[in-house]
């Protein structure tokens, strides 16, 4: 069905129109939240919060990319729970072996579709990713994930954030300087493909 | 020129790597790429640096975020009837809790004057059966409560008008044979002479109902409006749930 026809639906206050919408998008509102999180529960809290307050505004919404609508009130959600955070911070609980020592790298979040070397490559890259984006302050994260994980063109990424695009330009260059930065650290953690490619080119 | 790159020229550099920079802006960079190595590095690691994210593992939703009507706080619509229903409930409400009222204030309202009246009959009233006139007297010059007088004329004449034997010498032996010879004019009275007294307001709500007609007509409105709306706001909520 056509998105537009679906958001004026759910603009009256219909709801299965809205819910055709969650499940186009939920994907990628999900994993947003999760780079700008780090945490996977907190991160479908922030999605399920985002669709919430979504449909509450969708009058709000006034044409443009609806994609990028919808990451900006995902991004609002993950800084409302990172502020939570920084004002009654919490321990997580770690997942734990039979012996109790806690998994640093917990199977249960890997892919059970891909295998078993595939599954520690994968998991290497994520957990160095992941590391190195909450390194770095809020603002740029949400710009870098947006723009190289999320693939929105500079344009959107300015919608979703409500930044002028010189802002986002500047951002987008620091944080990507501050990433190779922080990769350096772990070059060795990097997969196969991705040391060859910089050793080919030193 | 090997110099380190200038931040500006790093920004261009980033935005290049998404085609980002304007056919001008494009072609100046190539050109300083191409005589300054070390913006070639940067480059170069800007350009991974971007395709190790873009290469991030996608993850699948641990559950789908469909939204539901309860999460929304959506309440289904009020039947058109509801607010009628609601109003006669109400009113019903209203007039019986008005009549319960006229039926309990009425009697405390009564109560002083009749108080009054009931003592001042037990107390002799400062009349006997020797002089009933004595009673009539006071009858019409104590004004009622509620017609012009007060309870404390009342009280104050009732007073004034009790016979001054209530203090009794002290017995002695002579005394004792008088009494018992002359009989004093209290023993006269027989008690079966005594007007009898009004029956108290308690009294006579026993022998009423409890609930008059008008009073249980009121409650019986006010359980079918009542149940009426609640069960239509029932049958409504039901079928909204059905279409969602």
Same mark, same amino acid.
């Given at each position: ?146 723009a190289d994980i999320q693939g929105l063109d500079y344009n959107e990424v300015a919608a979703s954030l409500r930044k002028p695009l010189g802002t986002i330009k500047s951002r987008l260059a620091r944080a990507r300087l501050r ?24 | ?21 304007s056919r001008v802006d494009r072609a100046r960079l190539e050109a300083k790429l191409a005589v300054e190595p070390r913006l070639q590095e940067v480059l170069l690691e800007l350009r991974q640096a971007s395709s190790l994210l ?105 007073? &004034?008008?009790?016979?001054?034997? !209530?203090?009794? @010498?002290? /017995? ?9 010879? #002359? =009989?004093?004019? &209290?023993?006269?009275?027989?008690? !079966?002479?005594? @007007?009898? /007294? ?9 022998? #009423? =109902? ?6 249980m007509g009121l409650i019986l409105l006010v359980i079918v409006f009542g149940g009426a709306a609640i069960l239509i706001r029932q049958l409504n909520i039901l079928r909204w749930r059905k279409r969602q």
């Open positions: 069905m056509d998105e537009q026809l679906l958001i004026q639906s759910a603009q009256k206050g219909d709801l299965d129109s809205f819910n055709h919408l969650v499940l186009a998008y939920q994907e990628i509102l999900f994993n947003t939240a999760l780079r700008i999180m780090g945490d996977e529960e907190l991160a479908a809290d922030a999605t399920q919060e985002a669709f919430i307050s979504a449909f509450r505004n969708l009058n709000a919404y006034r044409g443009g990319s609806y994609r990028a609508w919808l990451l900006r009130t995902v991004t609002n959600a993950c800084y409302d729970e990172l502020r939570r955070q920084k004002r009654r911070p919490t321990t997580p609980l770690e997942p734990v072996n039979n012996e109790d020592e806690e998994i640093e790298s917990p199977h249960w979040l890997a892919d059970p579709d891909i295998s078993p070397e595939q599954k520690v490559e994968q998991a290497e890259l994520e957990h160095v990713i992941q590391h190195c984006l909450e390194r770095l302050p809020p603002d740029y994260r949400s710009v870098v994930v947006l990433l190779r930065e922080c990769l350096q650290d772990f070059w060795e953690l990097l997969p196969a493909a991705f040391r060859l490619e910089r050793e080919s080119n030193p | 020129m090997n110099q380190q790159p200038s931040f500006r020229d790093i920004e261009k550099v980033s935005a290049y790597l998404d085609n980002q920079l873009k290469n991030t593992p996608w993850r699948r939703v641990p559950h789908n975020f469909t939204v539901t009507p309860k999460m929304m706080g959506m309440r289904p619509p009020l039947p058109r009837s509801i607010p009628v229903f609601r109003l006669a409930s109400l009113t019903a409400a209203v007039m019986l809790f008005l009549s319960f009222a006229f039926n309990f204030l009425a009697p405390i309202a009564a109560a002083p004057s009749l108080a009054s009246e009931s003592q001042r009959i037990q107390s002799g009233g400062g009349c006997g059966n020797d002089n009933p006139a004595d009673c009539g007297d006071v009858a019409m010059e104590a004004p009622a409560f509620g017609f012009g007088g007060t309870p404390g004329e009342v009280t104050a004449m009732s007073v &004034a008008s009790l016979p001054q034997e !209530t203090t009794t @010498p002290e /017995p002695t032996p002579e005394a004792g044979l008088r009494i018992k010879e #002359q =009989p004093t004019e &209290a023993a006269n009275i027989a008690p !079966t002479d005594l @007007p009898a /007294p009004n029956t108290s307001p308690s009294e006579k709500a026993q022998t #009423q =109902p409890v609930l008059n007609t008008l009073q």
